[in-house]
C-alpha cells in the first residue's frame, strides 16, 4: 500500500469541488418595467415570492432588475429602448404602444383576466374627519373648496379621473341628468375650477395632498389605502358612481427573447394572477382581479353602487377624442375655468 | 480694436485652435438649436401660427414674459442696492453677504422650489400664517416670482458691482461740492455709468428666467391659463405626445433668449466692459 492512489484521490476530490465552485447555480437576471403605484407590492411581496417558487421549481437564482415610472413614461422608456422582459402598467393602452413599437407582439390579452393583474377605483381623498363634508362628486364644485388632481397632459391617472367624473355625471350619478353632455360639462369645469395644484403625475399629487394642500385629491383608491398604511391620517369617500380602473402586464416579447428570457417573464406574468400574487396587491391596497382573493379580501374595499368601465364611455380611443383632444370636453371646461 | 502684432499673429497651431472652438461650439450649441428649429417649422409656418395661438399656449407665454419682466424690475432695483451695499460699505456679515449672493447659482433649482413650497406651503413655516391673511403665495403667482428673484439673484449684483469698484469718487465729490442734492447726486452723477451695466443684468436675468423650469413645476400650481408658464407647457406637450406644440412655444423661447443675449452683449460694450 502506497499513499499515492489515496493522494490522487484526493486530487480528484479537490479538482471536483473546484469545478462545482466554478459553475455556480445559473443566476438568471429579469428586467421588469413598472409603474409606481405597485412599487411596494413588486419589491416587498411578489418579487421575493417568485424568486423561491422559482428556486424551488428550476433551482435557478433569479435577480431582479427593477424599474418604476409614471406608466406613460414607462411605455415610452421601454418603446425607446429600455429593454424591459415584463411590462407592469396603468392603462391598457399604455401597453398597445409597447404592441404598436412592435416589442409585443402576442396577444397580451389572451392570459387570464384579460391580461389584467390588478385593479382599483377613482376615488375622493379627504382630511381626517372629513371636516369638509364631502360625499361625492357634487360637492367638489363648491366655492372655495381645493382640489387636487394631476394634469391630463403628463398623467394617465389624471384621464382616469376625469373619466370618473364626467362618466358618473352622464350616467347620472350626480345631479346632472342622466345623458346629459352639458351638465356634465358644467360640472368638469366648476370642479376644475376649484383645482389649486396640478402636479405631473398621481403620485406627486398625493405627496402635496400629504404636504397639507388642498381639501380633497381625487385619485386612486390604492394610493390612499397606501398612505393610510404608512401613517397618514386622510380617509377617502367612495362616490356612488365612478370608474373600474384595471391595470395590465404583459412579456415584452422582443426583449424576453432577446435575452433568452422567455421562459421566466411568463413564468412571472403568470405567477401574477396566483391567488398568493393577487393577495399582496390586495395588501398594498390594489383590488384583486382573481374572483377567489376578492371574495377573501371584500370587507377591505367598499361596494361601489354603479361603478363602470372605460368601455363604458366609448373606450380609450373614443375619448381621447370626445374628451381629451383640442376641442373636447375637458380642454373646453379648462378654458370655461379660468 | 487694436491690431494684433506680427509677434501674436496666430500661426497653424492658431488656426487649429479656432477652428476647433467653432467646432466645438458649433456641434455643441449650434446643432441642437438647429435640430430644433427644423423640427419647429417642419409642418410650416402656418401650423406653428396655429399652435402659439392656442389660449392655452399664448396664456402661458404671457405669463412667462410678465413674471420675468417684473422680476427683471425688482431685480434691477434690488440688485444695485445689494451691489451698493457690497462695495460702499464695510460691515460685519459682507463677506457672508457676499457668498449668500452666488449660492442660488450652486443649488439645484427643484431644491428652490421645495424650499418655497416648505416655506410659503399651506403648513409651511409661513404659509400657515399668509393663508390667515388672505395671502396666497406657493401655487400663486407670487411663488413664480419668489422663485425666478432666487434663481436669479447674482445676475444684476455681479454686473453692477465691477462698474461701481471703477467710479471715481472725485466726481461725487465735486458734485457735492458744487451743491447737488443727494437725489441730483444719485440721478445725474451716480446712475449714468451705472445703468449700461444695470440693464444689462437686468437682461440677462429676463433671458434666464424665460426657461426656468425646475422651481416653477414645484412651486407654481401648474393650472393652465393660471398658473401654466411656458417651460412647463412644454414639457406637458412632449408628455403628452404633442412635439409640435412644444416645439412652437420653445422656438418663441428660444428667439426671445437669442434676442436677449444681443442685447445684453451691446448693452455691455455700452457699459464699456471689454469685449471678451
Excluded at chain 1, 398612505?227 to 362616490?239: A, L, Q
Excluded at chain 2, 443649488?107 to 418655497?116: E, F, N
Excluded at chain 2, 440693464?199 to 407654481?220: D, M, N, Q
Aim: proline share 6%; with cysteine; aromatic share 8%.
Amino acid at each position: 500500500m502506497t499513499a499515492a492512489p489515496t493522494r490522487l484521490a484526493l486530487l480528484f476530490t479537490l479538482l471536483a469541488a473546484l469545478a462545482v465552485h466554478a459553475a455556480p447555480p445559473p443566476v438568471r437576471t429579469l428586467t421588469l418595467g413598472a409603474y409606481t403605484t405597485p412599487r411596494e407590492a413588486y419589491g416587498k411581496a411578489i418579487i421575493p415570492a417568485f424568486q423561491r417558487e422559482w428556486k424551488q421549481k428550476t433551482g435557478q437564482e433569479v435577480r431582479f432588475q427593477e424599474s418604476y415610472l409614471g406608466s406613460g413614461a414607462q411605455a415610452r422608456a421601454i418603446a425607446g429602448g429600455f429593454e424591459a422582459d415584463v411590462a407592469a402598467l396603468s392603462l391598457e393602452a399604455d401597453v398597445d404602444t409597447l404592441a404598436k413599437a412592435g416589442l409585443i407582439q402576442r396577444d397580451w390579452r389572451a392570459g387570464p383576466n384579460r391580461g389584467m393583474v390588478s385593479r382599483s377605483i377613482v376615488v375622493i381623498a379627504v382630511r381626517q374627519g372629513n371636516p369638509k363634508g364631502v360625499r361625492d362628486w357634487d360637492d367638489l364644485r363648491r366655492k372655495g373648496l381645493e382640489v387636487l388632481t394631476p394634469n391630463v397632459r403628463t398623467s394617465g391617472g389624471a384621464k382616469w379621473n376625469v373619466c370618473a367624473l364626467y362618466g358618473a355625471a352622464l350616467r347620472g350619478g350626480t345631479g346632472a341628468k342622466q345623458g346629459d353632455a352639458g351638465g356634465a360639462s358644467a360640472l368638469l369645469a366648476d370642479v376644475l375650477r376649484n383645482v389649486t395644484v396640478m402636479d405631473k403625475g398621481a403620485r406627486e399629487s398625493m405627496i402635496n395632498f400629504e404636504k397639507g394642500v388642498g381639501d380633497v385629491a381625487i385619485t386612486y383608491e390604492n394610493e390612499v389605502l397606501v398612505g393610510r398604511k404608512s401613517g397618514e391620517t386622510y380617509e377617502y369617500v367612495v362616490p356612488k358612481a365612478t370608474i373600474l380602473i384595471e391595470n395590465p402586464a404583459a412579456v415584452v416579447d422582443k426583449y424576453a427573447d432577446k435575452h433568452g428570457n422567455r421562459d421566466l417573464a411568463e413564468a412571472f406574468v403568470a405567477f401574477l394572477a396566483t391567488p398568493e400574487a393577487q393577495r399582496a396587491f390586495a395588501e398594498y391596497g390594489l383590488r384583486p382581479v382573481d374572483p377567489g382573493v376578492a371574495k377573501e379580501t371584500v370587507k377591505r374595499f367598499p361596494a361601489v353602487r354603479d361603478l363602470f368601465g372605460i368601455r363604458d364611455l366609448g373606450g380609450w380611443a373614443q375619448v381621447e377624442k370626445t374628451l381629451f383632444a383640442p376641442d373636447g370636453a375637458y380642454e373646453r371646461a379648462m378654458a370655461a375655468a379660468r | 480694436m487694436p491690431a494684433v502684432s506680427d509677434a501674436l499673429k496666430p500661426e497653424r497651431g492658431g488656426l487649429a485652435v479656432r477652428v476647433g472652438v467653432l467646432a466645438y461650439i458649433g456641434i455643441l450649441v449650434l446643432l441642437p438649436l438647429a435640430a430644433l428649429a427644423r423640427h419647429g417649422l417642419g409642418a410650416g409656418f402656418d401650423v406653428l401660427a396655429q399652435t402659439l395661438a392656442t389660449p392655452a399656449a399664448t396664456h402661458a407665454l404671457w405669463l412667462t414674459l410678465w413674471s420675468a419682466g417684473a422680476m427683471a424690475l425688482v431685480n434691477a432695483g434690488m440688485g444695485t442696492a445689494t451691489a451698493w451695499a457690497l462695495v460702499r460699505y464695510r460691515f460685519p456679515g459682507r463677506a457672508f453677504l457676499s457668498t449668500l449672493v452666488d449660492l442660488p447659482f450652486a443649488i439645484p433649482t427643484l431644491v428652490t422650489g421645495v424650499m418655497l413650497v416648505i416655506l410659503y406651503g399651506p403648513r409651511g413655516l409661513l404659509g400657515d400664517w399668509l393663508a390667515g391673511s388672505g395671502a396666497k403665495i406657493a401655487f400663486a403667482p407670487p411663488g413664480i416670482l419668489l422663485a425666478l428673484l432666487f434663481v436669479t439673484l447674482p445676475f444684476v449684483v455681479r454686473a453692477v458691482e465691477p462698474v461701481l469698484l471703477e467710479q471715481d469718487p472725485a466726481e461725487e465729490e465735486a458734485a457735492r461740492t458744487l451743491g447737488a442734492g443727494p437725489w441730483t447726486l444719485f440721478r445725474r452723477v451716480l446712475l449714468p455709468p451705472l445703468l449700461p451695466a444695470i440693464l444689462s443684468g437686468a437682461v440677462r436675468s429676463f433671458a434666464r428666467a424665460l426657461g426656468e423650469f425646475g422651481s416653477i413645476v414645484v412651486v407654481s400650481g401648474n393650472i393652465p391659463y393660471k398658473t401654466l408658464t411656458a417651460p412647463i407647457y412644454i414639457f406637458g406637450e412632449i408628455e403628452a405626445g404633442d412635439p409640435q406644440a412644444a416645439a412652437a412655444v420653445s422656438l418663441v423661447l428660444l428667439a426671445l433668449a437669442v434676442a436677449l443675449t444681443y442685447a445684453g452683449r451691446a448693452l455691455e460694450k455700452w457699459a464699456g466692459v471689454r469685449d471678451a
